[in-house]
């Protein structure tokens, strides 16, 4: 732009104006006079500075809203947490809970050595909603007292569910089983003095509003001696095996 003017006009004559100690050119753009123009080297500079100067504060501002950004998340992960744990809690509070309760066991002595086997098991909801689609398998081993019973050996009488049905909160559905069997298996001596233990293994599946759930139980009746032609017992508790 030199060219433009005389030799004279195009000598850069100081006239900027100037204050100690100021590190950038104190000027408004909007007054620059056409005729004396700022140095490119000073233009530059200043707008290198004026860059490193936004630099610093969009650095403050980004780091200002990460770490905003950072609290957020943080609060949304409590949050969902929480509310997770909350749908837990409550989602256990109203599953259905089946369990066997009271259950009895009689033995009698039928015709031709048979024992006449009468059996009651019943499956309880102790819990706040429906079970559905409930389904059992219910196996009687008697126990012997000097070889220990593997969990398939010595099963005299299995009965599973042939219709499937729902049990309501509060409610209890009675299964009775009947059936005949070698009087002698329930002894361990001829004199029918000494009674065996029987196991009664219940293996229960349901349906609520999680999904299909299994549950297995053993419960044991020890059978009193023999009173007339029959004894009998309790069964359980059942516990989970």
């Not at 100081?14 to 056409?34: A, F, H, K, L, V």
């Not at 053993?218 to 023999?226: E, H, P, R, V």
Request: with cysteine; hydrophobic share 40%; glycine share 6%.
């Amino acid at each position: 732009m030199d060219r433009w003017f005389p030799p004279i006009v195009s000598s850069y004559i100081d006239c900027q104006e100037r204050q100690t100690g100021r590190e950038e050119y104190q000027s408004n753009e909007n007054t620059i006079d056409p005729f004396n123009p700022i140095p490119i080297e000073l233009s530059d500079l200043l707008a290198q500075r004026r860059m490193a100067h936004w630099t610093v504060w969009i650095a403050i501002f980004t780091s200002i809203g990460l770490v905003t950004l950072f609290f957020t998340l943080l609060e949304a992960n409590k949050t969902a947490t929480f509310a997770f744990r909350s749908y837990e809690a409550t989602k256990e509070q109203l599953a259905p809970q089946i369990y066997v309760g009271q259950s009895s066991v009689i033995v009698k002595l039928g015709p031709g050595e048979q024992a006449i086997v009468n059996m009651e098991i019943s499956i309880e909801n102790a819990g706040a909603t429906i079970a559905r689609d409930v389904s059992y398998q219910i196996e009687v081993a008697p126990i012997p007292y000097i070889e220990k019973l593997s969990d398939n050996d010595g099963v005299i009488y299995t009965k599973g569910a042939i219709n499937r049905f729902n049990v309501s909160a509060g409610e209890t559905y009675p299964i009775q089983l009947d059936f005949k069997h070698r009087f002698w298996d329930f002894f361990v001596d001829e004199n029918r003095t000494s009674p065996r233990d029987i196991r009664i293994r219940v293996y229960l599946s349901w349906s609520d509003f999680d999904g299909r759930k299994k549950l297995n139980l053993i419960g044991d009746a020890s059978l009193q001696g023999l009173q007339g032609n029959l004894c009998q017992s309790a069964i359980g508790p059942f516990v989970k095996r």
